[in-house]
T-cell receptor
Framework: NAGVTQTPKFQVLKTGQSMTLQCAQD?????MSWYRQDPGMGLRLIHY???????DQGEVPNGYNVSRSTTEDFPLRLLSAAPSQTSVYFC??????????????FGEGSRLTVL | GESVGLHLPTLSVQEGDNSIINCAYSNSASDYFIWYKQESGKGPQFIIDIRSNMDKRQGQRVTVLLNKTVKHLSLQIAATQPGDSAVYFC???????????FGSGTRLQVQP
């Protein structure tokens, strides 16, 4: 089982550029989410989805878009990258019941630097 | 607002000793409390959760204690091993809310 796969692992962007971070899971999880992790801070939720065609905003959604066309994939789009978006991004998934108990399955992360 | 915080940013222990990582929370409505382990360069990994109607829960070499009176959560690791070196996060959630709130993390360093 691959679990949660994120690509790319590293990316450098210039301010104003756009890009998409890819996330795929092979566990048939209904729930998928994106977090960002900054030094000295916990993980902060950007967007999440409880199923194909359904997305919702988290704590820090500004500057990011998501879509969920299939159960397996949940890409995160940066529309116009800013230095404040320099961070490590994690995708996580779980069954809907697992959201309550907090048992998320995380990918390995995508480290993004915006110059 | 709600918050989940940790008392110490770094905890250093000797191999074989027991480790205790503490966490304070502010939301009395939290239903679940969760501990995650994050090794360097990897994503967080679920360790254990505890429901708010419980005081204690045990897993393999880990025990989580919940004190709702003082809104305090702790993770105890027995016989700490070098492989336990990581950052540990506590998190909380409420039933029906589809978003965890994470604390800022404690780095556990295991000295040989």
């Amino acid at each position: 089982n691959a679990g949660v796969t994120q690509t790319p692992k590293f990316q450098v962007l210039k301010t104003g550029q756009s890009m998409t971070l890819q996330c795929a899971q092979d566990m048939n999880h209904e729930y998928m989410s994106w977090y960002r992790q900054d030094p000295g801070m916990g993980l902060r939720l950007i967007h999440y989805s409880v199923g194909a065609g359904i997305t919702d905003q988290g704590e820090v959604p500004n500057g990011y878009n998501v879509s969920r066309s299939t159960t397996e994939d949940f890409p995160l789009r940066l529309l116009s990258a800013a230095p404040s978006q320099t961070s490590v991004y994690f995708c996580a998934s779980t069954r809907l019941a697992g959201v309550n108990t907090g048992e998320l399955f995380f990918g390995e992360g995508s480290r993004l630097t915006v110059l | 607002g709600e918050s989940v915080g940790l008392h110490l940013p770094t905890l250093s222990v000797q191999e074989g000793d027991n480790s205790i990582i503490n966490c304070a929370y502010s939301n009395s409505a939290s239903d679940y409390f969760i501990w995650y382990k994050q090794e360097s360069g990897k994503g967080p990994q679920f360790i254990i959760d505890i429901r708010s109607n419980m005081d204690k829960r045990q897993g393999q070499r880990v025990t989580v204690l919940l004190n709702k009176t003082v809104k305090h959560l702790s993770l105890q690791i027995a016989a700490t091993q070098p492989g336990d070196s990581a950052v540990y996060f506590c998190a909380e959630n409420r039933a029906g809310r589809r978003a965890l709130t994470f604390g800022s993390g404690t780095r556990l360093q295991v000295q040989p």
